[in-house]
Every structure is written in structure tokens, then in C-alpha cells.
């Protein structure tokens, strides 16, 4: 690799090289610049929190979001529905305070935005003890309309209090809403624990308050801006909740390891040459490593983008912004600000810093590579028992339950659970329609063919319930509701003509089911599962609800991750070839990146699926893991498990390019970046685990899973399998087809 000395001419420099001579020329035009950004990031920031759009998981272009669509433009039902939870404590008949729920029902019915309020004290809505009921409120307007009328009927509720009686609000909008004040408060929490722990650890890693503040500063730079572009992009596009947490675990993380990497590197070379040319060189490697890393790092974000879902677009968009602008303030901003310290920033010593060659990490090495096959068959025996858990892992999608247990629209919907059963919250909605132009629903034939659906459902001991026109009374039988919707403008009852006019129009009827079992239980999958491969005869039949839902987005996850992961895969092996000028170490590095990436999803199957550790970790394990986590997971972890991989690898292709030999290089390798490594994946266990300390259990299980991988990308696979397989492999680890020439490009590159 190319040095700079002070005679060397910067047209000599390679690219990394001459961006660090560029930026340490400007470096105050290029300090200023960093700064516009940030006031502009910061004046955007406030309105982020109203643009951002609920937690995204629906795939919109499944068969269950276009039941909703049909509900809505058809029949008039809103996909956006709340739900008023009554319970009596004392195990009071609710039928005694009817007045009073009526009143408040009445009340939330003249809400502007509130389209229809079903009556609770009736069959249906009330539980067969007497002791709950539930009304559906039913909604229309824009989010913010929404967002205001939650407000109003909770400040209804609070205003009409029955006595004995106690009332919860529920429903998709107020999860969204909690979903947001909770994380939120979970980030600032996160935040107050990380930066302080953070900083303290880069005071015992550098010894100085300037160099140690550098890191964090920077960390927080990235943050912001992303957090201000994220603004900017949300007022266009719709961005889930969960955008800011990504945000904030990946900038402060990444944002800190590259300029740790950078500040670190710059003092060294600080020692034997010019400010000037310590930033040159720096920027020469240091720079080129977190180029890199970083750019491995967007890979598997970016990815995230190819699944038609609102939140793993949103958590790519988001993720791969904050690497993006961590790499151009490492290679910017970082290089700017030490060429205008320069000496200073070993200023305001407070600790004395650790030795940064001690020989310990070449020990480390050297027995490593003395003892190479029993090291990796050690280490592959690890990593497989703590993957094993991944085996039985049970996939669904979250609902209420990814809040904490105490929130109070969780609350409800535990009670209704418990008043009515596991499947009532998430009912499976059949929407059934006419095929043929003129013809009606309620048609004798129709209804002949309706009811014998209802028969067969009711008779189904996966059913708790079904509601429709066809079973309104258990007293009727099938000429009579034949001969009723004959003629239904007829019907004389106010009730019936109210039900006639919400379940059905000219040519489309619906159907709710009510299971036995929770929308992620097998019984619940297997019952959906079945309704869509029904035929009816001269009449469609679409099936939506929360069961549908989650089995159309597993379905398109599963579908489109085997492409993910290969794009994943083959762009990172491309990155890493061109900077290494070798085929066999990409390879094995991918392969070592998924080892710990398959360790941390056992342990998450382990503590999250399982229950264990639950009371230390502060939440109520679902059974399941959530789809959306793994896929997260695995493209967050891909690139950032292979940024030390990284960061080793390219300091012993350093040392190899200067002496030929591979033990040796492996060794040095080992012995310069192992502290710096270390201090790197410390800081980011304690950024990323603080997430572990949150609220909401999606949030909870990423941060979690994120330090496992770290932790253990750190040191069985970095201090013990990489210098033992690359003992094994000896001068092959070098090794590159003729025809590629990867020469070629090095030199390009240099």
C-alpha cells in the first residue's frame, strides 16, 4: 500500500489519500458545511415525530390489506376502527350501568371523525358473564384527524367515569400512538445511559478528554442529520415509528466505532510526521477501512428496500442514511477537525491511557495459531450450540403484545381476551362478492350458499363465533332468511335494517369469524389457510384480519429473503475482493459473519421465544419471534458484524504487503487493531445493549441481538477463528484467479 511521506507528491496519493490531503486544505469550509447541516438537521427534526406513519407491518399488496380496501369502498367500514374496552372489577352485570355506557357511547358518537359507535349491551359485544363489554368505533379523516379524536374520547372517557366500572381504550391507531410515546421515552433513556458510559470507556481507551469526546461527538453529529434528512423524507414517503430507533442504535454506534478508528490512527501516525501528514495517512487507511466496513454495512441495509413492507423499507432507509452519513463524517468531518487540533488533541489528559502494543494480542495469536484445529473445532461447537435454538424458532407478527405489559390499550385487549376469548381482538374477515354483472347477493341462491358456509363454520371447533346475515337469529332458519332478503327495503325491524345496511350492499356481504385460538396460533393459520383455497360457487371469497395479514407478509419475506440474501452476499464478496485482491478471504469472512449471525438468533429463539431471562430483561415472552425481526437482524448484522472482520483484515494485508509471510502478518494484524477492536465492539455492546433496557419488545430483542452478535463476532470469531483459519489456509488466504485481475483495480484504488 502507498505511504505518504513529506516528499511524496499528493499526485501520487491514492484515493483515500488524496480526500484527506483535500479535506485537511479546507478543513474550516469543510467544519462550516457540517455545521449548516446540522442547524438545518436540527430546524427539521421536531416535525419528524407527526410525519412519521405507525409500526408499517402490513404488506399492502396482500390479499388481507385488500379485503380492507373492498370493506371500505364497498360497505363503508373503516380499516381504521378503536375499540372502548368496559370491565366491572367487582364482577358486575354491565347491564346494570347500561344507561351510563350509553350516555358515554353517545357522546363518542357525535366526535368529529367518528363515523359509527356500536351499542356494547348487546348480543355480541357483551360476554356471556355479563361482566364485559366492548363497542367498535369506527373512524374517517387523515391520521392527524385520527390522531385527535384518540385525544377526545380519551378525555371522554376520563370525564364520564362510571362507578364499579373501569374503560380502556384500544385498536391499531392508539397502539401506533403508544408505540410512539413509549419509544420515545425509551430513546431518551437509552441515550442517558449510552453517552456517559460511552464517553467514560473512550477516556480509558485514549486517556484524553479531547480525543475521547471526538467519538461521541461525532456519533451524535451523525444522528441528528439523519434524523433531520429523515424529516425532510417522511413529509413525501410514509416512515414507521421504528425509523428513529434504528437511527439513533446504528448512528451512535457506527458513528462512534469509525471515528474511534480515525482518531486512533491519527494519533499514531501523529508521531512520526506532519498534522498534515497524519490526517493524509489516516485518511490513506484508516479511512479506507471504514469506507468499507461501512459500505459492507449499506449493503445489507439497503437490501431491506427490496420487501414491499412500510417498516423494513423504512428500517433500510433509515439505517443505511445514518452509515452513509457516519462514513462521510469519518472521512470528512473527523479528518477536518484533527487537522485543526493536530497536537491538541491529546489535550486534557484525565486517565493514562492502556499500552497500545503490550504483546498480549500477539501471544493471543501465536497460540492461537499453534493450536489451529482444536481453536476451530472448539469455537464451531460453541457457535453451533448457541444456534441450535434456531431450529425450533416459531415465527408470527406482533400486535398489542410488542407493548409493555402495563400500557393500558394492551390491557384491554388482554381483557377482551379473557371475557370473550384468545381469537376475538383479531377476528378473520371474509369479504364475499357476486361475480356476474346484475346479479345480487342477497338472491335466494346467494343466501342458500351463504348460509351453508355459516353452518359449516359455526360446526368448525376452531370457531368460536361467526357474525353475519345469515345467523342474526339462532330462531330462523333458511327459507326464512331466504324469504326476508327477498325484499329487504321491507324489513320492518330497525335492528335488521341497521345490520342488512353495515353487512352488506347490492353485491358484497361480510363475514366475521371469530377463532378459538390468537391470530398467531397454528389453529388460527391453518383456519385462514383453509377459507382461501375454498371455492364458492358463483361467488368470491377474499379473507383479511390480523392472522391473514401476517401470513400474507411471512409469505412475501420468505419469498423475496433467498434473492435478499444472495444480492447480500454477492455484493459484499465483490467490495471485499476488490479491497483484499483475494477471492478465498471474502469467502471466509462471509462465512464467519454468518456463523455469529446464526449464534445471536439463537440466542434471541432462547431468551425471546422461550421466556428465559424474562424478569431480568422485563418482559412477557410471546412464544414466537416477530418475522420482521430476524430479517432486521440479519441485514443490520451482516454488514456490521463484518466491520472488524474488516478493520483486521485490512491491517494484516498491511503488514503482508510489506513482509510476504502470513504468520506473521496475522499475528502483527492482530496485535495493532486488538485493543482498538476491542474498545470498538465494547462501545458498541454498550450503545446497542442499552436498547435491551426498552420498553417494547421488537426494540428490546434488535439492540439484544445486536450485542450477542457483537459480543461474539468479537471474540471467538475475530481473536480465535480468524487467525486460526487463517493459519490453516496459509498463502491460499491470498489467493485470486489470474483472469480477475485484482491487481489491476488495487492499483487503481491506490
Partial sequence: MTKRTAAQPTATLSIFGKIGHLVYQHRRLVIGVWSILLVLSL????QLESALTGTGVVYQDGEAYQVERVLQQELGISPETLTVIFTSPQAQNLTEAQADIDCVIE?????????????????????????????????HGDERDRSLVIDRIEHVLDENQIPTVTTYLAGEPVFDRDAQTISKADLARAEFITLPLTLIALLFVFGSAIAAALPVAMGIMTVSVTLGLLAFIAAITDVSIFAINITTMLGLGIGIDFSLLMVNRFREELRSGSVEDAVVRTADTAGRAVFFSGLTTCIGLVSLLLFPIVLLRSLGLAGSLVVFMS????????PALLGLLGTGVNRWRVVRPAPERDGLWAAIAHTIMRHSLVATAVVFVIIGLLASPFLSAQFGLGEADILPAQVQSRQGIEMMKQAFGEGEPTPVVLVIRTTEPGDTI?????????????????????VAAVKSLVNIDPRLNLENYQQIYSNPAQVSLPDWAVLIDRLSNETTTVVTVTSQTNSNAEETRGLVHELRDRSIDQLQLQVGGQTARAIDTMQVIFQRFPWVLAAIMFVTFVALTVLFGSVVLPLKAIFLNLMSIAASFGA????????NFQTWLNFTPLGYLDIMLPVVLFCVLFGLSMDYEVFL?????????????NRRSVAEGLERTGRIITSAALLMIIVTGAFALTSIIFVKALGLGIAIAVLIDSTLVRAVLAPASMNLMGKWNWWSPKFLRLERVSTKLD
Fill in 43 to 46: 430546524a427539521l427534526t421536531p
Fill in 649 to 661: 483484515l485490512t491491517r494484516i494485508k498491511e503488514a503482508y504487503d510489506e513482509s510476504g509471510n
Fill in 327 to 334: 462514513i462521510a463524517a469519518a472521512l470528512t468531518l473527523v
Fill in 442 to 462: 342477497l338472491s335466494a341462491q346467494h343466501i342458500e350458499t351463504l348460509y351453508g358456509l355459516v353452518e359449516q363454520l359455526e360446526a368448525d371447533p376452531r
Fill in 604 to 611: 434471541l429463539v432462547f431468551i425471546f421465544q422461550n421466556g
Fill in 107 to 139: 357522546q363518542i358518537r357525535t366526535l368529529a371523525t367518528v363515523e359509527t359507535a356500536s351499542s356494547p349491551i348487546e348480543p355480541g359485544y357483551l360476554s356471556s358473564d355479563g361482566n364485559t363489554a366492548y363497542s367498535v368505533i369506527s373512524l
